[in-house]
């Protein structure tokens, strides 16, 4: 991610959601137990230099739809309140008093 940037979702290891929310896929396996894991980390850029990583979770553990979707929803929910949280900061910056 750190080469591409979220250009990742023009790659086979990434995908772009909608909304400003993308996931990033990374398929590991453990070099001691060779058990493997399939990796869904959802994400958002947050400027230039910065990705919001909103959740994630192992999909090879649990690929059912359901919880695909409740994974995603969880994502959007955390990406909601953190624009909320940025369009108040930015319409009332800290230390400014109304009056």
């Keep these: 991610m750190q080469?591409?940037?979220?250009?990742?979702?023009?790659t086979e290891f990434g995908r772009q959601l909608g909304g400003g929310l993308f996931e990033f896929r990374l398929r590991l396996?453990?070099?001691t137990d060779g058990?493997?894991?399939?990796?869904?980390?959802?994400?958002?850029?947050?400027?230039?230099?910065?990705?919001?990583?909103?959740?994630?979770y192992d999909k090879g553990k649990d690929s059912g739809r359901?919880?695909?979707e409740r994974?995603?929803?969880?994502?959007?929910r955390r990406?909601?309140?953190?624009?909320?949280?940025?369009r108040d900061v930015d319409r009332d910056?800290?230390?400014l008093e109304r009056l």
């Design 35 to 56: 058990e493997s894991a399939l990796v869904r980390v959802f994400c958002h850029a947050a400027g230039d230099r910065v990705i919001l990583l909103l959740g994630g």
């Design 93 to 95: 910056p800290p230390g």
């Design 66 to 68: 359901r919880r695909q």
């Design 29 to 31: 396996k453990a070099r």
């Design 3 to 10: 080469r591409y940037g979220v250009g990742i979702c023009d």
């Design 71 to 76: 994974e995603i929803k969880v994502a959007r």
């Design 79 to 86: 990406l909601t309140e953190y624009l909320r949280r940025r």
